[in-house]
């Protein structure tokens, strides 16, 4: 479960307008200009697990997807790895997702823009992540 609706939801196009809204209305708060998003609203919607960030709440769907896979590689908790083939017909979008780590990764390395973090490399290191797929073979 998850409160992650795209903005072009067809199933209902309110909610994805509604939702995109709260994200908009909560950025402006963050940067101290005129909102209307109440610290009452806020409480609500973290109470049900409302994602601030839509891109940061696939960054993190995608990680528990990549700890599921380094789970599942070896029974040997010492044999098992992240190294996700970048075309993985069982999840295609994983695959694509581990090798844009790794050049989001390098971007970081040569000084050039990224949006890899601090955060995201102590999280990725966590679960024993390559940063050169040569080296995860």
């Known amino acids: 479960r998850h409160?992650?609706?795209p903005q072009k939801y067809p199933p209902n196009e309110p909610l994805g307008n509604w939702v995109s809204k709260q994200r908009t209305e909560y950025r402006l708060l963050?940067?101290?200009?005129?909102?209307?998003?109440?610290?009452?609203?806020i409480r609500r919607l973290?109470?049900?697990?409302?994602?601030?960030?839509?891109?940061?709440?696939?960054?993190?769907e995608r990680l528990a997807e990549l700890t599921a896979f380094q789970k599942q590689s070896s029974k040997d908790p010492d044999q098992r790895h992240c190294n996700?083939?970048?075309?993985?017909?069982?999840?295609?979008?994983?695959?694509?997702w581990v090798s844009?780590?790794?050049?989001?990764?390098?971007?970081?390395?040569?000084?050039?823009?990224?949006?890899?973090?601090?955060?995201?490399?102590?999280?990725l290191e966590a679960i024993g992540f390559e940063w050169s797929a040569t080296e995860a073979i």
Do not use: D
């Open 84 to 96: 996700v083939p970048q075309k993985y017909p069982p999840n295609e979008p994983l695959g694509n």
């Open 46 to 60: 973290e109470a049900i697990g409302f994602e601030w960030s839509a891109t940061e709440a696939i960054w993190n």
């Open 100 to 123: 844009k780590q790794r050049t989001e990764y390098r971007l970081l390395q040569e000084a050039k823009k990224s949006r890899m973090t601090n955060e995201r490399i102590r999280r």
């Open 30 to 41: 963050q940067e101290a200009k005129k909102s209307r998003m109440t610290n009452e609203r």
């Open 3 to 5: 409160c992650n609706v």
